[in-house]
C-alpha cells in the first residue's frame, strides 16, 4: 500500500473563535459531550506524553476519568510515566476523534490528586481491576506472562479474608493545562485551529493559528 496516496478530505464542521466559550475546560466538555453522543470509538482515550530524566519524550494512551480545573487520570505511581511525572511536572495530552474529525491538544504540569479522590475512585473500579492494581508491577520487567497470572491468584487468595483498598502506590494525577489548542479538520489542508493560552492574571486569551 502506497501510504502516501492515503487522503481524507476533511469537510464536516469549521470553527469560528468568536463563539467559543471563554474557558478551554468549558469548550471541551462540549466537544467531549458531543464525541460521546456521537459514539465515537474510547472518546476518552488520551495520548499522555511525558519527559524522561535524560529529557527523551515517552508517550501512551490513558483514559480520562475526570475534569475539574484539570483533566485527570489514574495510574500506578511507581511506573515509567509515574517516575517521570515525579521528575518532570510538565506534560501534554492529545485527543483525537476522527469520525468528527477534531484534535485537542493540551500543555500543563501533572500533580497528584487528594487521597480521598484515589480513594473514591479506586473503590469504583470493578473487583477484578482492584486486584490487578495490586498484582501488576507496572513498566517493570517480568518473567512471563504466568509469573503475572500467579501474582493475581495471590492477590485474589489475600482478598478474600482481607478488605480490598487502594494501593499506597497507585493512584491519579490532575494536568493542570496552561495551553490547549482546538482543531477542526478542513478542506484542502486548510484546517482550523484554536489555541487558549494561561495568562498570568488568571485569564485565558484565545488566537487562530495557521494550519
Same mark, same amino acid.
Given at each position: 500500500?502506497?501510504?502516501?496516496?492515503?487522503?481524507?478530505?476533511?469537510?464536516?464542521?469549521?470553527?469560528?473563535?468568536?463563539?467559543?466559550?471563554?474557558?478551554?475546560?468549558?469548550?471541551?466538555?462540549?466537544?467531549?459531550?458531543?464525541?460521546?453522543?456521537?459514539?465515537?470509538?474510547?472518546?476518552?482515550?488520551?495520548?499522555?506524553?511525558?519527559?524522561?530524566?535524560?529529557?527523551?519524550?515517552?508517550?501512551?494512551?490513558?483514559?480520562?476519568?475526570?475534569?475539574?480545573?484539570?483533566?485527570?487520570?489514574?495510574?500506578?505511581?511507581?511506573?515509567?510515566?509515574?517516575?517521570?511525572?515525579?521528575?518532570?511536572?510538565?506534560?501534554?495530552?492529545?485527543?483525537?476523534?476522527?469520525?468528527?474529525?477534531?484534535?485537542?491538544?493540551?500543555?500543563?504540569? &501533572?500533580?497528584?490528586? =487528594?487521597? %480521598?479522590?484515589? +480513594?473514591?475512585? $479506586? !473503590?469504583?473500579?470493578?473487583?477484578?481491576?482492584?486486584?490487578?492494581?495490586? &498484582?501488576?508491577?507496572? =513498566?517493570? %520487567?517480568?518473567? +512471563?506472562?504466568? $509469573? !503475572?497470572?500467579?501474582?493475581?491468584?495471590?492477590?485474589?487468595?489475600?482478598?478474600?479474608?482481607?478488605?480490598?483498598?487502594?494501593?499506597?502506590?497507585?493512584?491519579?494525577?490532575?494536568?493542570?493545562?496552561?495551553?490547549?489548542?482546538?482543531?477542526?479538520?478542513?478542506?484542502?489542508?486548510?484546517?482550523?485551529?484554536?489555541?487558549?493560552?494561561?495568562?498570568?492574571?488568571?485569564?485565558?486569551?484565545?488566537?487562530?493559528?495557521?494550519?
Amino acid at each position: 500500500m502506497d501510504l502516501a496516496s492515503i487522503r481524507t478530505e476533511y469537510s464536516l464542521k469549521s470553527l469560528d473563535v468568536n463563539k467559543l466559550d471563554a474557558s478551554p475546560l468549558s469548550q471541551f466538555q462540549i466537544w467531549l459531550d458531543e464525541a460521546i453522543l456521537s459514539k465515537v470509538n474510547e472518546p476518552n482515550a488520551m495520548n499522555l506524553a511525558t519527559v524522561g530524566p535524560d529529557y527523551r519524550p515517552s508517550a501512551r494512551i490513558v483514559l480520562l476519568k475526570g475534569i475539574d480545573t484539570g483533566f485527570i487520570f489514574y495510574t500506578n505511581y511507581a511506573s515509567k510515566k509515574g517516575e517521570e511525572i515525579a521528575q518532570h511536572q510538565s506534560v501534554a495530552l492529545t485527543f483525537f476523534w476522527p469520525e468528527l474529525q477534531r484534535q485537542v491538544r493540551i500543555e500543563g504540569n &501533572a500533580e497528584k490528586v =487528594s487521597r %480521598e479522590m484515589s +480513594d473514591e475512585y $479506586f !473503590l469504583s473500579r470493578p473487583k477484578g481491576s482492584q486486584v490487578g492494581a495490586w &498484582a501488576s508491577p507496572q =513498566s517493570q %520487567e517480568i518473567p +512471563d506472562r504466568s $509469573f !503475572l497470572e500467579l501474582r493475581e491468584k495471590k492477590m485474589q487468595a489475600r482478598f478474600v479474608s482481607e478488605q480490598l483498598s487502594r494501593p499506597p502506590h497507585w493512584g491519579g494525577y490532575r494536568v493542570v493545562p496552561d495551553r490547549i489548542e482546538f482543531w477542526q479538520g478542513r478542506q484542502s489542508r486548510l484546517h482550523d485551529r484554536i489555541a487558549y493560552q494561561f495568562q498570568d492574571g488568571g485569564n485565558w486569551i484565545k488566537k487562530r493559528l495557521a494550519p
